[in-house]
Nanobody, 121 residues
Framework: QVQLQESGPGLVKPSQTLSLTCTVSGGSITTNYYYWSWIRQPPGKGLEWMGAIAYHGYTYYSPSLKTRTSISRDTSKNQFTLQLSSVTPEDTAVYYC?????????????RGQGTQVTVSS
């Protein structure tokens, strides 16, 4: 059973960089042919796919967030991370990490429980 757990600060100030880590257990992030995604849900809105890192290390980003988003991984720790720069209150959301079979989709096979991030001064 694959398990994912998000971690990171729950409060970020406007203009700063949001940084979250997803720790994966029960499966390797280098296993063919999975994609490790970040998905968020702002209050009162639907799920939004932000980006992903593939089993081979290539990254994919949502066009609307591409200029502010960076996803990386540490294979020795079986973790992948999200950095979102220049945050505004509109980036307030529950952030999820997930394992998927495809990119550019909010569909997933496994997902973490989510972590609330609030952008506020």
């Amino acid at each position: 059973q694959v398990q994912l757990q998000e971690s990171g600060p729950g409060l970020v100030k406007p203009s700063q960089t949001l940084s979250l880590t997803c720790t994966v257990s029960g499966g390797s992030i280098t296993t063919n042919y999975y994609y490790w995604s970040w998905i968020r849900q702002p209050p009162g809105k639907g799920l939004e796919w932000m980006g992903a890192i593939a089993y081979h290390g290539y990254t994919y980003y949502s066009p609307s967030l591409k200029t502010r988003t960076s996803i990386s991984r540490d294979t020795s720790k079986n973790q992948f991370t999200l950095q979102l720069s220049s945050v505004t209150p509109e980036d307030t959301a529950v952030y999820y990490c997930a394992r998927s079979r495809r990119v550019h989709t909010t569909e997933y096979e496994y997902r973490g429980q989510g972590t609330q991030v609030t952008v506020s001064s």
